[in-house]
């Protein structure tokens, strides 16, 4: 199970931390990801991290601003968001793969909802 927190509305320029707490699966063992889904858009792939919490991967619309991270002692990933625009807004969603950084993804949050406006 994976349970996403931590969305909310922010000004364009601010920031947020979304969490993604894991249960139910060997969390150390697995690729973890963020992806989100904007009003009217395709789902895309955000970030990811490998199962050593060493090697990062970002979609290029985010390199930068957000940084993806882990703590395998507390079965949660994050997602750090700075300089957060419109073009940011969406369902940010966690997923988690034994042996992908991307889709497709074995776990699934429901997803948390960030909203970006003056």
């Known amino acids: 199970q994976l349970v996403e927190s931590g969305g909310g509305l922010v000004q364009p320029g601010g920031s947020l931390r979304l969490s993604c707490a894991a249960s139910g699966f060997a969390f150390s063992d697995y690729y973890m990801g963020w992806l989100r889904q904007g009003p009217g858009k395709e789902r895309e792939f955000v970030a990811a991290?490998?199962?050593?919490?060493?090697?990062?991967y970002y979609a290029d619309s985010v390199k930068g601003r957000f940084t993806i991270s882990r703590d395998n002692a507390k079965n949660t990933v994050y997602l750090q968001m700075n300089s957060l625009n419109p073009t940011d807004a969406g369902v940010y969603y966690c997923?988690?793969?034994?042996?992908?950084?991307?889709?497709?993804?074995?776990?699934w949050g429901q997803g948390t909802q960030v909203t970006v406006s003056s």
């Open positions: 997923a988690a793969d034994r042996f992908r950084a991307q889709e497709p993804y074995t776990y």
């Open positions: 991290v490998h199962r050593n919490g060493i090697n990062t």
